[in-house]
């Protein structure tokens, strides 16, 4: 009776190509891959110039605070394109320990309860484990200051440095960057300026959630108002979107996340502004403001221009900085003329399906904003499109490269490391295991395995055994009617029996398989087994 459930599952599983089998926990074979985070996405150390004293200053949850205003607060400085710490004694280092991983793993390692929130490649670094990956010989990581340009030179050389020596730990093989958010402008960067160690060492590039084209309703709003790096309780002991925010006015890399203002956008991100303005006749009334991203300069000038901190005892201050600006466009630029050379491979996976901020709107018909300089205590309000919560997906698909596949995923931004279709995809593309059961290469398409129930029980001599199995099939192509999920499940019935003997019982199987069509390319697979045997 076993037997005929197991015909049944094996059935459904060949039909849905799910035939699984053991992979191997290390495998030597596999091409290193370099993981390279995005923005916040590296433990940063503050080193005491004066005593040699090191002691981690991002991700912290206890004094977090005090150590980001004390130790990573920082001033631009356009003679050398970097930005310096406020505090003259302190320099800012990445830890290079479990060969990089370490930095861009969880990044508060001290943290226990809630420890998910500052987990970045954490989930991906398990389960590459799994594939057959190794730390040290063939996975590796790439932490660096976030603070900085993505083209600032320091960091490129350090890119070279790390890619060549992982190239010589995997004993010469080429290496699959892996890279995600503001991370693939890094990539994109040093592939422009450095194309020739990027095609000596590099076999793949895969870009996930990358912002292209910018992050427009997320950056407007963190210019004005900060941002916060995690959510729920865990920022009330974190960093204040007040403090966040002085930092990252100083922060090149803030600015080259900006809307692309040559791009052409499906609809252009604004800035939004309800404002009290008088008529001609001297009459109050109140107007909605439109500004694109290049006329949203002069509110951010006017909007910040009183803005300053106070550091040990000095006003500092921190207007938007014009100088930022301008390094920031020069980076666009080398941005726009990268492209992929000849031996190497271009993937981009981006995030879909979640409400992202495009366009940004302060005050409203019933507060208007009266003054500028108010418009980081007012709250924005957003015009959303289609993306991943931070980066549309319009930005993050127009990469401007040759990719060899581009793809869709449901997932929030950060949260895209650890979803199960981007590992079965990733899987697929570095050849890494066995082959994934569940991943279709030619279709395009990822099987969720989602329930499995299974219950057995005697009664009069017989014994009976249902199961319930269900997976969820979700395909990049997408059906062109409105509503597919209007349609009729398909309905299909299997049937098994085995005839008894003195040696074994006779045996029964039934099962029905039902496909239910929904939107957005999914299908969800539902089947219901029930097996009845007679004691021999």
Not at 56 to 66: E, F, K, N, P, S
Not at 265 to 294: A, C, F, N, T, V
Not at 359 to 388: A, K, R
Request: glycine share 8%; aromatic share 10%.
């Amino acid at each position: 009776m076993a037997m005929l459930l197991e015909d049944i599952v094996q059935s459904v599983e060949m039909w849905l190509k799910l035939m699984r089998k053991p992979q191997p926990y290390v495998d030597p074979d596999l091409d290193p891959v370099l993981l390279v985070p995005g923005i916040a996405g590296s433990i940063l150390n503050a080193v005491d110039g004066q005593n040699g004293k090191e002691e981690r200053v991002w991700v912290r949850i206890l004094g977090a605070d005090y150590k980001l205003r004390t130790k990573l607060w920082s001033r631009f400085d356009p003679s050398t394109g970097r930005t310096v710490s406020l505090d003259p004694s302190t320099s800012i280092t990445v830890p290079e320990e479990r060969y990089g991983l370490y930095a861009i793993d969880v990044l508060d390692p001290d943290m226990i309860i809630g420890r998910e929130c500052v987990y970045y490649f954490h989930d991906m670094i398990v389960e590459m484990i799994k594939w057959g990956f190794q730390e040290g010989k063939t996975l590796f990581g790439f932490g660096y200051d976030f603070r900085q340009s993505n083209r600032l030179q320091e960091t490129l050389d350090r890119l070279a440095a790390k890619l060549e020596s992982v190239y010589k730990a995997s004993g010469g093989k080429k290496i699959n960057i892996i890279s995600h958010s503001m991370g693939g402008l890094l990539i994109k960067c040093f592939m422009a300026l450095h194309s020739d160690i990027f095609e000596k060492y590099v076999k793949n590039w895969i870009a996930i959630a990358a912002p292209f084209r910018g992050a427009p309703g997320y950056i407007a709003s963190t210019f004005l108002n900060g941002m916060s790096f995690v959510d729920g309780w865990e920022q009330n002991f974190f960093i204040s979107k007040w403090s966040m925010h002085q930092l990252l006015i100083e922060c090149p890399s803030i600015y080259e996340l900006m809307a692309c203002p040559h791009f052409h956008w499906q609809h252009i991100p604004l800035l939004e502004i309800w404002r009290e303005k008088q008529d001609p006749d001297g009459y109050p009334r109140i107007i909605l403001e439109s500004y694109h991203p290049g006329e949203s300069i002069d509110i951010f000038k006017e909007a910040l221009s009183g803005n300053s901190v106070d550091y040990d005892g000095e006003i500092v201050p921190l207007p938007f900085n014009l100088e930022i600006l301008k390094w920031a466009k020069e980076t666009q630029k080398v941005l726009s003329h990268a492209k992929v050379p000849s031996g190497v491979k271009f993937y981009n996976i981006y995030g879909i399906n979640l409400e992202t901020p495009h366009s940004v709107c302060y005050g409203s018909e019933e507060t208007p904003v009266t003054d500028l300089q108010e418009l980081p205590f007012f709250q924005p309000t957003y015009v959303c499109v289609d993306g991943d919560g931070t980066v549309p997906a319009e930005s993050a698909k127009a990469d401007g490269l040759h990719a060899e596949a581009r793809v869709g995923v449901p997932g929030e931004h950060r949260g895209i490391l650890c979803e199960p279709h981007v590992f079965r995809i990733l899987k697929h593309w570095l050849k890494a295991g066995a082959p994934d059961p569940f991943y279709n290469p030619i279709n395009d398409y990822v099987i969720l395995p989602t329930a499995f129930e299974m219950e057995s029980h005697q009664e009069k001599g017989l014994q009976v055994t249902s199961l319930k199995e269900e997976w969820e099939i979700v395909s990049e192509e997408q059906d062109n009617l409105d509503d597919v999920a209007s349609r009729n499940p398909f309905v299909s019935s299997i049937s098994v029996s085995q005839g008894g003997n003195q040696q074994s019982a006779r045996s029964e199987a039934h099962a029905t398989v039902i496909v239910h069509p929904q939107n957005e390319g999914k299908q969800h697979i539902e089947l219901n087994a029930i097996s009845v045997s007679i004691d021999a």
